[in-house]
C-alpha cells in the first residue's frame, strides 16, 4: 500500500509540472520570436475601456516588455503554479483560467490608460489564493503552504500599490483580490483539513452525552407523570 502511496504521488508531482512548464515554455517561446524579429507586442496588452484593449484579457499575461521583466516572473510563476496544480489538482485549471479572466476583465474595467502587460497578475492572484485557501480550509499542510508563500512572497504586498509608474499596480491588486474571492468561492472544493481519531473521540463523546442526557429528562418526565397520578 506504500508504495502504490508513492506511486501515487510521484505522478501526482510529475502532473503538477506539466501545465506550468507549458505555460511558461510558451512565454518564452513568445519573447524570443518578438526579439528575434524585431518586433513589438505591447499593442497586445490590456487597454482599459477601449475595443482594441479587450483582446489584452487573453493575451497579456504572455507579453513581456523585455527579458528581465520575463525572468523575474518565470520562477514565482512556475511555482505557484505546480503549488496550484499539485495540492488544488481537482480545481487547478478553473484557477487558473479563472484568475486570469476575472483579473483581465477588472483591468480592463478599471485601470489607468496604458497598456498592461504581463503574467504578474496571475502571480499575484495564485499567491493569494494559496495563502487564503490555506488559511480559510485550516488544513495543516495548506496552512505551511501559505507560511511558505508569505516568507518567499510576502515582499509582493507592496506591489498592489501605486509606488512606480511603470508597473501595473492594478494588474497586481486585481489579481490579488481575484485569488481572494476564488479561495472563498472554493473553499468547499479540493482538499479538506483531515479529522483526527481524538475528534471523532469527542464526537461520539458530546454524542454520547446528548443521549443520556436525554434518557435521563425521558426518565424524570415518565417519573414526574407516574407520580402525578398517583396523587
Same mark, same amino acid.
Given at each position: ?29 513568445? +519573447? ?16 482599459? &475601456?477601449?475595443? +482594441? ?16 521583466? %520575463? ?7 512556475? &511555482? %505557484? ?40 497578475g496571475l502571480i499575484y492572484g495564485f499567491a493569494f489564493f494559496l495563502f487564503f485557501s490555506g488559511i480559510i480550509r485550516k488544513d495543516v499542510r495548506?496552512?505551511?503552504i501559505s507560511a511558505l508563500v508569505v516568507f518567499l512572497y510576502g515582499g509582493m504586498i507592496w506591489g498592489i500599490f501605486p509606488i512606480k509608474a ?6 497586481? &491588486? ?48 415518565? +417519573? ?6 398517583? +396523587?
Open positions: 500500500m506504500k508504495a502504490n502511496s508513492v506511486d501515487q504521488e510521484k505522478r501526482k508531482f510529475i502532473h503538477s509540472l506539466v501545465f506550468p512548464m507549458f505555460f511558461l515554455f510558451l512565454l518564452w517561446m513568445i +519573447k524570443i520570436v518578438e526579439t528575434g524579429l524585431n518586433l513589438d507586442f505591447s499593442s497586445f496588452g490590456i487597454y482599459p &475601456l477601449k475595443w +482594441k484593449g479587450l483582446i489584452g484579457i487573453i493575451t497579456a499575461p504572455f507579453i513581456h516588455s523585455n527579458f528581465y521583466h %520575463l525572468i523575474g516572473n518565470s520562477l514565482p510563476l512556475f &511555482l %505557484l503554479s505546480v503549488g496550484i496544480f499539485y495540492f488544488y489538482n481537482q480545481i487547478a485549471y478553473k484557477i487558473f483560467f479563472l484568475t486570469w479572466l476575472i483579473s483581465g476583465i477588472w483591468v480592463w474595467f478599471g485601470a489607468r490608460e496604458a497598456y498592461h502587460i504581463g503574467a504578474s495548506l496552512m505551511a511603470e508597473i501595473s499596480w492594478e494588474s497586481h &491588486l486585481m489579481g490579488g483580490i481575484a485569488g481572494l474571492v476564488l479561495s472563498i468561492y472554493y473553499r468547499k472544493y479540493g482538499p479538506q483539513r483531515k479529522k483526527f481519531d481524538w475528534e471523532d473521540e469527542d464526537d461520539e463523546d458530546e454524542n454520547d452525552n446528548e443521549n443520556n442526557s436525554s434518557e435521563l429528562n425521558y426518565f424524570y418526565i415518565e +417519573k414526574k407523570s407516574k407520580d402525578s397520578e398517583n +396523587k
